[in-house]
Every structure is written in structure tokens, then in C-alpha cells.
């Protein structure tokens, strides 16, 4: 009976390892499946990716390009936050709300929607990073709750969006653009409109910054 025991608690304590063995080869590929990018659009100077996002039907786009222009002017864009509505996609305002520090503060944006659409405003911390030596620009925001200025508390606020930026230095007259971001206006607009603006945003934001970086030398 003992020798019939143990040979039964050893085929338990067996069958008990190989089924934590699958499920967590189950799990760790359920995350893999939910982090995973996917290459949605390629061309000469552009690469879009997608990802899925947890609890979400909405996508998170990572975009890969270059630009003819140096690292000090891309420098000088990104830390002047209050025009980024000169150059990026759907911002129509940008107020600076709190300086934390020189390279960090909480910001208000309002997005302009299309008709029949109401504009959204959400609130956001930025910081940046500028490494001279190695050539870098990081650049990272997400949602920060903040009180609403009285003249846009009647807008609906947007609390699920962050973004970054990857700028690296490739030559005096070059660089390389790693942006990725997600946003989810929610509301009434239908998701299938929203994935359509997640591929079509970022690229027209890149084509405004090409532009307005020149509008920057043509000043000077």
C-alpha cells in the first residue's frame, strides 16, 4: 500500500508540473500575441507598425523615418511644446499649465475633430531628454489629471493617450525619428474611424514637422 502511495503521489506531483508547464506556455504567448508589432504600411522613408492593446479595439502605431535636418532644430521644436500645434496632426491648442522643471511640465491640449465630431482636450505630462554627446532626443508624454480651465471644462477629456519620441543623430544635417503613441478619444467616434486616423496621423505629423523645421531656418 505505502509503495502503491508514493507511486501514486508521484504521478500526481507529475501531472501537476506538466500542466503548469502549459499553462504557462499558454500565457506567455497570449502576452507575446498582445505586444507584438506588426508592419502595417513600408516605403522608402517611412515604416508604420501596429499593435494591439490590451482591453482595447483601438491600435498603437510606431513610426520609422528620417529627416534632412539637424539635431539642435529638432531640439528647439520638441522643447517648444506651446507650437506643437504648428506641426502635429488634430492639436489645435497647447497652454502650459505647471513647469515641474526645465525639462518637464503638465500641459493642456485641445484636439480639433472633424464634423460631426466634438474636439476633445486632454491634460499631459512631457519630459525631454537631450544627450548632446550621443546624439539623442527622448521625448515622452502621457496622461496627467490636472483641473480644467473653466473656458474647457465643457469638453470631453481625453485620459487614455501617451506617445514618445526617439531622436537620434545620424549625421550634422540628419536624423532618425522613432514615433509611437496611442490615444483613444473615446466618445461617439467609431473605432474603425479612430484606426484610420492612427495610420494616416502620424505620417501627415511628420510631413508638418519637415515643413515647419524649414519654416524655422527660413525665419533665421
Not at 507529475?14 to 500542466?19: C, D, E, F, P, S
Request: charged letters at 25%; glycine letters at 4%; hydrophobic letters at 40%.
Amino acid at each position: 500500500m505505502a509503495l502503491r502511495h508514493k507511486t501514486w503521489m508521484h504521478w500526481f506531483m507529475h501531472t501537476l508540473k506538466v500542466y503548469f508547464i502549459i499553462v504557462y506556455i499558454f500565457i506567455s504567448r497570449s502576452i507575446c500575441a498582445q505586444t507584438e508589432w506588426k508592419l502595417h504600411k513600408s516605403d522608402s522613408v517611412n515604416k508604420i507598425w501596429l499593435k494591439d492593446i490590451k482591453g482595447s479595439n483601438i491600435k498603437q502605431f510606431k513610426l520609422q523615418t528620417t529627416i534632412k535636418e539637424n539635431l539642435a532644430t529638432l531640439y528647439k521644436i520638441m522643447k517648444d511644446v506651446e507650437t506643437m500645434n504648428s506641426w502635429y496632426d488634430k492639436v489645435k491648442n497647447v497652454k502650459l499649465l505647471d513647469k515641474i522643471s526645465e525639462n518637464e511640465a503638465i500641459y493642456l491640449l485641445e484636439y480639433d475633430l472633424p464634423f460631426p465630431f466634438e474636439d476633445r482636450i486632454t491634460t499631459i505630462k512631457g519630459s525631454i531628454i537631450y544627450d548632446k554627446i550621443n546624439g539623442l532626443i527622448n521625448v515622452k508624454t502621457t496622461y496627467y489629471p490636472y483641473p480644467i480651465p473653466k473656458d474647457k471644462a465643457h469638453l470631453l477629456v481625453v485620459s487614455k493617450i501617451s506617445s514618445s519620441w526617439e531622436i537620434r543623430k545620424i549625421s550634422e544635417s540628419n536624423a532618425s525619428i522613432i514615433h509611437s503613441g496611442f490615444m483613444d478619444p473615446s466618445g461617439n467616434i467609431p473605432e474603425w474611424l479612430i484606426n484610420e486616423g492612427v495610420t494616416s496621423g502620424p505620417l501627415k505629423t511628420l510631413d508638418n514637422l519637415r515643413k515647419y523645421a524649414k519654416t524655422l531656418h527660413s525665419a533665421n
